[in-house]
Every structure is written in C-alpha cells, then in structure tokens.
C-alpha cells in the first residue's frame, strides 16, 4: 500500500505551535507491530504509512481489535513499533513524547482523585515546572473553554461522567500540545452527553488549531468530526482507505442532517464492509 | 443533628439496655461477683480507683502510641523502599506475609528479656513488631495498585520516577495506609496489655488486672478493662480523625448526602 497524504484543508488558527518544522505533524511509514506472549505471537498492525496534517482532524475507525488504538499508543511512545518509523513533530515519537509534544484523553477520565478538578488540569503544567500563577491562570482559562467555569474546586468525584471527561479534555489541552490524542473519549458516554461534547471539541479544535488523532467505532462521530476518516481492516490491521470529509465548518447541529453527511456516513460503513469479509483480504 | 441523634438512638438504647439485664441478672441470681460483678459495681469501682487506673493507661498508652509510632514509622519506610526497589519487594514480601501470621505476641517474653521487665520499651517493641507488617503491607499495596491508565498518564507527560511517587504513588497509598493504621490503633492496644501480663511495671492495665483479679477483685480488674476498652476507642477515633485531615477527598470522608 502506497504512503498516503492527508491534506487538511490549512485554516486561520490563533494558536501557536510549539515547533514549525513541515507540514505533517504526524509521519507514520512502514510500521508494523507484532505482540509476542511466549509461542503466540499475534500481528495487530501491518504496513501502516500515515501522514497526518498540521491542523488536521483524523479519526482512526475500524472493527474491535483492528489496532486503532495500538495505533494510537504507538503515536504517544506508549508502545514501541516491531519495524518501521514513527515520526511526531519533526521528531522520533520518543523525543516527542519527552517534549511533552502531545497530550492524550482516554476513554475514562483518569483524573486523580485526591486532586480537585482545578489542580488536575494543573498536573502537566506542575511537570513542566510553571510558576503557580501561570499554571492556575491557565488552568482556569481551559475550564472556562471547557465550560466548567466555577467547578475550579470540585473533587472529580463531584462531577457527572460527561464532566470529568471534559476536565480530561482540559488537561490535555493546558499545556498547548502540537497533537492531541484521543482513544475513544466519548465511548463510555449517552449520546446526549456525547453529541454536546463532539460540538465542544470541534469549536475547541478550531480555536486552538491543535491536530487531533481521535480513535472511534462510531461511524458518525468520525465523519461528524473529521477532516479525514482512516479506516481500517481486521486483524492484522491495515489502513483500507482514507477518506477526505468535505463537509463545510464549522460544523454544528445542522451538519448531522446534510445529505453529503449521510453519503460520507454510508461510504465509510460500505469501506468498513467490504473489508470485514475476510474472503477479500489485500485486493488493494 | 437531629437526625444524627436519630441515628445513634438505636445503638445507644441497646447498651443501656444490655447494661440494665445485666445488672438485673446479676442481682436477681445474687451471681458472685467473682464470676460477674454488676455494672454498678464496676461503675463505684471505677470511681473509687480513678487515680491508679488515669496512671495505669497513661503509661499503658504511652507504650501503645510509642510502639505504634516506632513500628509504624519503620513499616511506611520499608514499604517506601520496595516500591522503589522491585527486587526487595519480590524478596521481601512473601516473608512479610508469613510473619503477618506469626503471633508475635508470643515473643513478649523474649522482648522482656531484651529490653528489661520493667523498661515501656519491651512493651513496645512488642507493638512495633506487632503493628510493623498490616501496615507495611498495606502501603506497598498502596504504592503498586495504581491504576494502569494513571500511570500511563504520567508517561504521557514524560514524568520522572520520583514525580510519579510524589504525585501519584503516595496519595494513592493514603487510603490503604490509614486502613491498616486503623487496625493497627486497636492492635497497638492489645499488644501492650498482653505484653504487661508477661510483668512490667506496677502502674501499668495489664498488672493492675492480673494483681486485682489475684486479690479477687474483680470490680476492680473489670473497671480498668472498662478503661482499656474506652483507651482503645480513644486511639482509634484520634486516627479516624486524621484521616478525615489528611485524605479529605476520600470515598470514606463524603458525607451521604454529597
């Protein structure tokens, strides 16, 4: 399979990058990773190549077990390739996990307990040792965008789960990271809260001008929030297609009743098919 | 408050009421106050021996508290060690585990012989022993159950071992450690008592028991039981009360209407 390039549509963003260098933020070429547990040893990625866009909004989709989030963990150093070479931020996914260059939103919140909602969006910024006012000014700047403006002192435990995963969300986003990853942020959430937190992101994606890796198996959720939608095959899992989502933005509540969003809704769904029959593996 | 009194009514009313058969039973069968005195007797003896028995468990709790902290102190450092340390952890904990059901109280004898009959310090050597492995434990549980995806967070944020133990590890542990302290509060007390009855000083519960229970005063030895029991309830809620201080966003601290 060729190496693919994503070009996000460039928008106007306030945001200022921690590092210039190209024009992909994420470089993924020939990648696979095999896990081993004793004699079993089980591929779940093959010949992954991957460029993502600065600014870009990727969404990773496919079957349970198709390595999405493996994927994912691989961008953020989390978990190590077999072969190949992963390059984030001009540097190599190491480096770039070293330099705090990303931030990550898993799909529970994981925020400490002992901390009130306040000093765990603080956490990184404590890590990269700023000043006590420059942390709590930042701080409550990303509640306020995160909407949660007054909660400052709450224990997470205070909060519903759609909350708690907003305070995630700030965290992630306090230190004004080049990359955000996400692994299936939403997927413990109703859809009510799910619905309004896809509208906040967004809103907080073009604010920012972050690039986002978001890891999902709903399939409107990805098309809804993507600028580009990888989809991906059973294990061992391959990139099938990628496919460019040209909807207008910004996107809101109106976006869902589109009929170019439905096109895009059923094409994913069809890629996601065909390659679910395992009779027609590799006919790319 | 008056809910909270509400809450409390039941217990209360059972202890008054156990106490009153009890005073009943022994007066109706004229029970020898050998075999059980009545509460009203324990309640004059009490009374009557407050000054021996206020010295009694103040020296009895000076050697519980100062076991406790000496035990105490060492197990929190030790745990501290193995959770940095993985190889003393996998050496050291299956011994840990096995002298958890040593009954240490056997050595007390041995403590006496080491640290003097009449020292408080055999006394609390036997408590430190005694205190030294729930706790110890109990912290390493704490500093290792940490959750996965926390410390996946951590690495994230490419955080240093020690910033992973500062912020992570250690308030993890609170919660574990105050659980085994709390135990540990009531053992601290029946270790020192225990270790008395192998001989100590005069003025401390354990010989004041045996001494009183040998002159068959039993009023007596039943009034510093009386003492040893509210001492008990004593350390403990002090420790409770720490807890709710130092871990205040804990599971057990939330009030039920939060």
């Known amino acids: 399979m060729a190496a693919r390039t994503l070009s996000a549509r460039r928008r106007v963003s306030d945001a200022s990058?921690?590092?210039?260098?190209?024009?992909?933020?994420?470089?993924?070429?020939?990648?696979?990773?095999?896990?081993?547990?004793?004699?079993?040893?089980?591929?779940?990625?093959?010949?992954?190549?991957?460029?993502?866009?600065?600014?870009?909004?990727?969404?990773?989709?496919g079957p349970s077990g198709c390595g999405k989030s493996t994927l994912l963990r691989l961008i953020g150093d989390l978990t190590q390739a077999t072969t190949?070479?992963?390059?984030?931020?001009?540097?190599?996914?190491?480096?770039?996990?070293?330099?705090?260059?990303?931030?990550?939103?898993?799909?529970?919140?994981?925020?400490?307990?002992?901390?009130?909602v306040e000093r765990n969006v603080e956490l990184p910024l404590e890590l990269e040792r700023l000043p006590q006012a420059e942390r709590q000014r930042r701080a409550s700047e990303m509640l306020a965008l995160m909407e949660l403006g007054g909660f400052e002192r709450h224990y997470p435990w205070q909060l519903s789960g759609g909350m708690q995963q907003r305070v995630a969300i700030a965290r992630a986003l306090s230190f004004e990271p080049a990359l955000l990853l996400m692994d299936e942020p939403f997927g413990a959430l109703d859809e009510m809260s799910r619905e309004r937190l896809n509208l906040e992101l967004l809103r907080i994606w073009q604010k920012t001008g972050t690039t986002v890796v978001f890891v999902t198996h709903s399939i409107p959720e990805a098309v809804f929030l993507s600028t580009e939608?990888?989809?991906?095959?059973?294990?061992?899992?391959?990139?099938?297609d990628i496919i460019k989502v040209d909807l207008a933005q910004p996107r809101n509540d109106l976006t869902r009743e589109d009929p170019r969003y439905f096109e895009l809704v059923t094409r994913v769904r069809e890629t996601l098919r065909r390659r679910d029959t395992p009779q027609t593996t590799d006919s790319t | 408050m008056i809910s909270r009194a509400r809450r409390y009514l039941p217990a209360a009313a059972l202890f008054i009421g156990v106490l009153a058969g009890w005073e009943l039973v022994v007066r109706a069968f004229s029970v020898k106050q050998f075999l059980l005195p009545a509460p009203s007797a324990i309640a004059s003896?009490?009374?009557?021996?407050?000054?021996?028995?206020?010295?009694?468990?103040?020296?009895?709790?000076?050697?519980?508290?100062?076991?406790?902290?000496?035990?105490?102190?060492?197990?929190?450092?030790?745990?501290?060690a193995t959770a940095r340390w993985t190889a003393a952890r996998s050496a050291l904990l299956p011994f840990a585990i096995a002298a958890n059901s040593v009954p240490i109280i056997a050595f007390?004898?041995?403590?006496?012989?080491?640290f003097g009959v009449l020292s408080p310090l055999s006394k609390m050597m036997v408590v430190a022993v005694l205190v030294f492995?729930?706790?110890?434990?109990?912290?390493?549980?704490?500093?290792?159950?940490?959750?996965?995806?926390?410390?996946?967070?951590?690495?994230?944020?490419?955080?240093?071992?020690?910033?992973?133990?500062?912020?992570?590890?250690?308030?993890?542990?609170?919660?574990?450690?105050?659980?085994?302290?709390?135990?540990?509060?009531?053992?601290?007390?029946?270790?020192?008592?225990?270790?008395?009855?192998?001989?100590?000083?005069?003025?401390?519960l354990g010989q004041y028991i045996i001494t009183e229970a040998a002159f068959f005063r039993f009023a007596n030895a039943w009034a510093a039981v009386v003492v040893a029991s509210a001492s008990s309830i004593a350390f403990f809620v002090i420790i409770l009360a720490l807890e709710r201080l130092a871990i205040p966003w804990h599971a057990s601290a939330r009030s039920p209407d939060a």
């Open chain 1, 17 to 61: 990058d921690r590092s210039g260098t190209g024009s992909s933020v994420v470089s993924i070429s020939a990648v696979h990773k095999v896990f081993s547990d004793g004699d079993q040893r089980t591929v779940a990625l093959e010949g992954i190549d991957l460029d993502i866009a600065r600014g870009a909004f990727v969404s990773l989709i």
């Open chain 1, 84 to 116: 190949g070479t992963i390059t984030v931020n001009g540097k190599t996914a190491h480096l770039a996990r070293l330099a705090r260059d990303y931030g990550i939103v898993f799909q529970a919140p994981v925020l400490f307990d002992w901390r009130t």
């Open chain 1, 229 to 240: 939608v990888v989809v991906m095959s059973r294990r061992p899992g391959r990139i099938v």
């Open chain 2, 45 to 80: 003896a009490l009374l009557e021996h407050r000054d021996e028995l206020a010295a009694a468990a103040g020296s009895t709790l000076y050697e519980a508290i100062g076991g406790f902290a000496i035990g105490g102190t060492a197990a929190i450092a030790v745990a501290l």
């Open chain 2, 108 to 114: 007390a004898p041995i403590m006496n012989n080491w």
């Open chain 2, 133 to 204: 492995f729930p706790i110890m434990i109990n912290t390493v549980r704490g500093l290792t159950l940490v959750d996965p995806a926390s410390l996946e967070l951590m690495r994230s944020y490419a955080a240093s071992e020690i910033s992973i133990l500062l912020r992570l590890r250690i308030p993890n542990a609170l919660p574990f450690v105050f659980t085994a302290l709390k135990v540990s509060a009531t053992l601290a007390l029946i270790g020192a008592i225990v270790a008395e009855y192998f001989g100590g000083a005069q003025s401390v």
